[in-house]
């Protein structure tokens, strides 16, 4: 069974450009979580989707970020503009719905230069 | 507020055991789990305990939870140098909201 998949991998951006980070969850796992990740720190939620509505964006900088996941399965993580102080991280995690297992994507690094 | 606590930096000899600690604040926390990440991935699920257990073992793995001192650990039996990476401990909501808090990682080395 393929696990979280995320792209792109590495991202590199100068400051003030928009980018976008892609998600597939696991096949059948109807919440999807995106997470940033500092160097050195643990991962800190950003948005969590039940199906295709966002339960829980208290922590997502709507100033400039947005996501989406408008059939319930893919989501996409946009930032417009990008600052420096974004450089990080941007891990995708999934589970199945009353199950307490997340199993995380291998994240995509994103430098704003 | 939610706040999980590690110390940053454990080194321990190949063979030996290791024993991470982590201290979390919310007594309400329902399940407390252990995640392994290895440098460029993501994290990977090692273990959890449910906030009713003393203990739980699972092959060379073993947590203990003192939920009067809110005080995890998790004890590497014989480790291997494949064992080296960042270790997270989080600790989780139950309910629908399902908050997971995660501290921010000792990083194990294991020496040959």
């Known amino acids: 069974e393929a696990g979280v998949v995320q792209s792109p991998r590495y991202k590199i951006i100068e400051k003030k450009q928009p980018v976008a980070f892609w998600c597939n969850p696991i096949?059948?796992?109807?919440?999807l979580y995106w997470y940033l990740q500092n160097l050195g720190q643990g991962p800190e939620l950003l948005i969590r989707?039940?199906?295709?509505?966002?339960?829980?964006d208290s922590q997502l900088p709507k100033d400039r970020f947005s996501a989406e996941r408008l059939k319930g399965v893919d989501s996409t993580l946009k930032i417009q503009p990008a600052e420096l102080g974004d450089s990080a991280v941007y891990l995708c995690?999934?589970?199945?719905?009353?199950?307490?297992?997340?199993?995380f994507g291998p994240g995509t690094r994103l430098t704003v230069t | 507020g939610e706040d999980v606590e590690q110390s940053l930096f454990l080194s321990v000899r190949e063979g030996d055991s290791s024993v991470i600690n982590c201290t979390y604040t919310?007594?309400?926390?329902?399940?407390l789990y252990w995640y392994k990440q290895e440098p460029g991935a993501g994290l990977q699920l090692l273990t959890y305990?449910?906030?009713?257990?003393d203990m739980k073992q699972d092959q060379r793995l073993t947590v203990l939870l003192n939920k009067k001192d809110k005080h995890l650990s998790l004890r590497i039996a014989d480790t291997q140098t494949g064992d080296s990476a960042i270790y997270f401990c989080?600790?989780?909501?139950?309910?629908?909201?399902?908050?997971?808090?995660f501290g921010t990682g000792t990083k194990l080395q294991v020496i040959p």
């Open positions: 995690a999934s589970k199945q719905t009353g199950s307490y297992e997340q199993y």
């Open positions: 096949s059948g796992h109807n919440t």
């Open positions: 989707y039940e199906n295709e509505e966002a339960v829980d």
């Open positions: 919310d007594s309400s926390s329902t399940y």
């Open positions: 305990i449910f906030s009713n257990m």
């Open positions: 989080a600790e989780g909501l139950s309910g629908g909201y399902q908050k997971v808090t």
